[in-house]
């Protein structure tokens, strides 16, 4: 089965720019999400279709892929953005697939 | 608005069997596929299948094949989630949520508030 790996924990110091990765197996050929969830929250997607920034979620925020890798960039970075990111794609286009997810420490 | 309201905490023995509901409103219930995904304490997220709700159609992730049945109502616009033969490690929350059928890689764009599950003796 495919997998997703992200490193499990970033650190950024408020203002800096943050960069959090997701690889996997032909992931160059799938649609990437990324999700923010914050504790005791539901996730939200922040990132769809590898780059594409949902409604009414800050322009800080970016999505971008090169081969099997995705990247998500968050700019000029708030203490409000610590939370855990998830990167998600699909297999067969029916599956879905998670990373294990990246804890983000504004520090 | 967009809404996906879960059922209430549940508690279980080993052994035993849930039913979460999750109750959808705000949109077209047809028109988006219902996901079921959990997250152990600490942990990261699990998908465990969808249901495609004008047919009833569902995929299951295999890790849960066997254990795990999802249905729905669309009299009522309401997703379903069966887990049977509960273990300890079936603890988890257990979140519902939507993505569209008309485009892809668009992702799961709304969650339910999420269902504790407790399995304990």
């Known amino acids: 089965s495919s997998e997703l790996t992200q490193p499990p924990s970033v650190s950024v110091s408020p203002g800096q720019t943050a960069t959090i990765t997701c690889s996997g197996n032909?992931?160059?050929?799938?649609?990437v999400c990324w999700y923010q969830q914050k504790p005791g929250q539901s996730p939200v997607v922040v990132i769809y279709?590898?780059?594409r920034r949902r409604s009414g979620i800050p322009a800080r925020f970016s999505g971008s892929k090169s081969g099997n890798t995705a990247t998500l960039t968050i700019s000029g970075t708030q203490a409000m953005d610590e939370a855990d990111y998830y990167c998600q794609a699909w297999d067969n286009n029916i599956h879905v697939l998670f990373g294990g997810g990246t804890k983000l420490t504004v520090l | 608005q967009v809404q996906l309201v879960q059922s209430g905490a549940e508690v279980k023995e080993p052994g035993a069997s849930v039913k979460v509901s999750c109750q959808a409103s705000g949109y077209t219930f047809n028109f988006y596929y219902i996901h079921w995904v959990r997250q152990a304490p600490g942990q990261g997220l699990e998908w465990m299948g969808r249901i495609t709700p004008n047919d009833g159609d569902t995929n299951y992730a295999q890790k849960f094949h066997g254990r795990v049945t999802m249905t729905r109502d669309t009299s009522i616009t309401t997703s379903y989630l069966e887990l049977t033969t509960l273990k300890f490690d079936d603890t988890a929350m257990y979140y519902c949520a939507k993505e569209t059928r008309s485009a892809t890689g668009m992702g799961l764009d709304y969650w339910g508030q999420g269902t504790l599950v407790s399995v304990s003796s």
């Open positions: 279709q590898d780059r």
């Open positions: 032909n992931l160059g050929d799938k649609y």
